[in-house]
């Protein structure tokens, strides 16, 4: 057993710390560990974070061909999108919401989102969805959709490095999103367009299937999270898993659950390196990023 | 301002408690006050939920036509259709997970599923894809499944009351889920079967743009609950909005956001009633429901 | 392995519904047990609680003598204090703080205290002090100081019933207070009045030495909760105990371990019955209380 | 308002990141303007960190005088005597508790501490104890006896450093501890050894009244962070304040309010500056102490 070791004012990120330190060195030394193995990388995030300033480290990882599966909720598609052309601002956790609403300002926890993003995202959408529409005989699955948004978009997205490095973007839930409020309106002109998410498991499958190794970097809870996992029972679970969450196990929620739950139901490997790291993401991944590279 | 009132053993739910106390009693007046108001009712759950007690709570709200529209995750569609067939156990939070996949076990925080439920699910669904298959012109849209699944169920099940009573089930992330496995599965029999997701904007929001008023009840937090509350932007916002949740919104992420930040986004409108829980809801549904009925 | 059971609309609080709800099933069957058993029982939580309509079921418990030891912290003696005199208020968890401040109102999460509260305090207390100063010695210990308190007080107080019934009240960070507060300005009359908080140890040492068994109800966390597990150390730890709290175990603090924590350090019996239950105090304790009696 | 950027791989803490990563750089930025504003700097954190690698920090900042005022629990003082000594080691969240208390290992979270710890605590305690005794007069106050067990220590210690540089150690509710249940042991011989708490009061409030500012960094909850807080409503508050904290305020604990509720009561100034960054302590404070530095 190692010992507890004191912190100097220079020390970097150490095990020896205890708690959640711990945790996080961890989780560097089993992503490095699934990097060396050459794992199949799955990186899952919440919309949330690809509001926040985090969205630069998702493109940096998919530049650089870092991971090769993104998985993420319908809402990191509206703000990687919109972020492509407008600004998001910082605000407080305790702003007055009737306030911003009568100004037109969306907040999400200190984030605010001015509502002309949203405008944005309807002019852009409509040539997107108009693309689609004809290249893809007028029914799409999200990863199709995804990447023909991230064409269209600039180096600053993430999106664009997956559509340009052929890593495919999953959004199972994706109508669950401005972008999917916006096919309500694109359906009264084109009733016949579609999106249809059964069109992306197939290939999701294969990836899954025919990996050697695979590994997890799922941030946050929600959809994304447990797709990730998921899918990796068809090959009898994840071989490195990193979970970094601020939810709790014990209303059993998927998106508290620890990684040892996924263990019993073969969505992680019995013998497989997984840690959970209790923290915001914010906090906790730019860390993690740093002590990989 | 009212005062603090001291319980006595035999104190019913008391606003004058104060914490979460307070907060719950105020849950119990907003749903009163929904219904009074004859407000259209969406109800939005997490899937361990049905894993959970609180499925008879949810079949009995159905039963009753208490609720209007239900909104879930797809794994809640998995646990009703298969808690019809086969029993979950309860177990622990600290169960050794290695241990219980060997035995072929899978954990959901402290109740137990094995492994025949989804041998279960895997027969049942084939036959229901069958069907809709036919019926829906090879492409169902997810309320079209949820309500062919409840037709096959019995009165201990959630869907078949939907179904019965006419109250549409969307799950817009439906694929997420073992039913989404599934469609991997009957899809390398059919190729052109598909669940088109944008199916089912129209009509819900048809029921948002009509209805007069709307209220939320949203337990717990992730798509179910992001679906129910955005696609009330339609309108300007729910009328009445209760939130159950056990997450934090310190991290931004949807999932903890209190109902105040839904105002901001004109998800619920600035003079609607709402209050946040913080609870688990296998503790704090059953007294609210006790309390509204 | 029991069923999980699906709740009807007049289910009682069931073990058989998962999650929390088993959790505080679970917490009730022990405390049945534990006085069945004729555990001596030690109540401990915080001072937030006092300020709730918590007060009221720990009046009705030390009323009963359904508990032997009381172990708390400073501020829960203030608020016993205050309230016997004045109201507190219901308010928000959002309140403008600063605009509060003004009015001399302070804040408790979603309670309100005026600020005359504590002019009350200071009266009450310079006389409490007097007699103390004198029947004591000067130097009173915590439990001595609190007994005297509870004898000016009525029926609506905890420390009145603890006074009357013989149930030592054991505050060991009781400077930590408004009570703590007044010293300072007593002690600029009498220098040499004290309170030596190495007084109380003997004492609560012979409960729990000469104890059959004991028993805990841990509310909440902090120097209560430490206070009251450690001490039974002397005996090789509690034969029962429940803890209620809504902090987490993931940074390494004593206010979120969970009773299994307890146990390695013997403040727990490794053939004890305990639990955690996951809830705010002001829903879980009245269930739980009735649930017991 | 400034806008959210993106982050690089070599982006240092950035204010411009949204979430906590926004509350972590605003925290460095307040302890920075304390410092330059000369206000007296209260220090407080619990004792799970005095047993983690953060007693490192905690050394280096009391070498160099960048506190004026620690205020912490009895553990605290117990971690920080026996790791003078001995060494406590890493182990993991879920570890078998009943096999640790079988080899008489002890867990806080992921930290082991072997049972002879205490034993070279009892030793060392028995002959400070008889130091107090007779340097004293019999009743020592909690800083007294802080000061005095600092000058038995090496520079490994925080107390060493404290007592050297003359920073004054409360720690109000000491005898909750294992110190604390020493003096029940050596009060067998010495009936009139004590710890008079409120022997402490006046030096702290003198520290409070004649300070022309002060700020408070406060780690973590419970006795530390209220006493810390607590004790500035003698001069209408704290001028800057910072907490790090993994509790939640929705049950109106102490442990679990941010800044902002502190304002009512006058424990923090309407007009100072506060942040409460929601983190793990192991995680948040070298960052932290790395941007001031």
Request: net charge positive; charged share 25%.
């Amino acid at each position: 057993m190692e010992n507890v070791k004191d912190l100097t004012f220079d020390s970097n990120l150490s095990y020896n710390t205890g708690f959640q330190a711990t945790q996080l060195a961890k989780a560097v030394e089993i992503i490095k560990r699934m990097k060396k193995e050459k794992a199949t990388v799955f990186l899952s995030f919440t919309s949330n974070m690809v509001a926040s300033g985090l969205r630069g480290l998702f493109v940096e990882l998919c530049k650089r061909k870092f991971v090769d599966v993104v998985i993420t909720a319908g809402g990191s598609i509206d703000h990687d999108l919109i972020r492509t052309y407008k600004n998001y601002h910082i605000g407080d956790f305790s702003m007055d919401d009737k306030a911003l609403h009568k100004k037109g300002i969306n907040r999400i926890g200190n984030i605010l989102v001015p509502n002309d993003c949203y405008v944005e995202l309807e002019k852009r959408m409509k040539l997107i969805f108009e693309t689609c529409y004809s290249k893809y005989n007028k029914v799409v699955a999200p990863s199709e959709l995804t990447y023909e948004i991230g064409k269209t978009l600039d180096e600053k997205s993430f999106l664009y490095w997956c559509s340009k490095n052929e890593i495919p973007v999953y959004s199972p839930g994706i109508t669950d999103s401005a972008i999917g409020l916006q096919t309500y309106f694109f359906k009264q002109k084109k009733k016949d367009f579609g999106i249809d998410v059964t069109k992306d498991m197939n290939k999701l499958a294969q990836i899954v299937l025919t990996a050697d190794k695979t590994g997890g970097i799922i941030l946050g809870g929600g959809i994304s999270k447990h797709h990730a996992i998921a899918v990796n029972i068809l090959r009898g679970g994840l071989d490195y898993a990193v979970y970094v969450t601020t939810s709790s196990p014990w209303d059993g929620s998927l998106s508290g659950a620890r990684t040892q739950e996924a263990v019993s139901w073969g969505k992680i490997k019995e013998e497989a390196n997984y840690i959970t790291v209790d923290c915001d993401a914010t906090i906790a991944f730019p860390l993690i990023v740093k002590g990989v590279l």
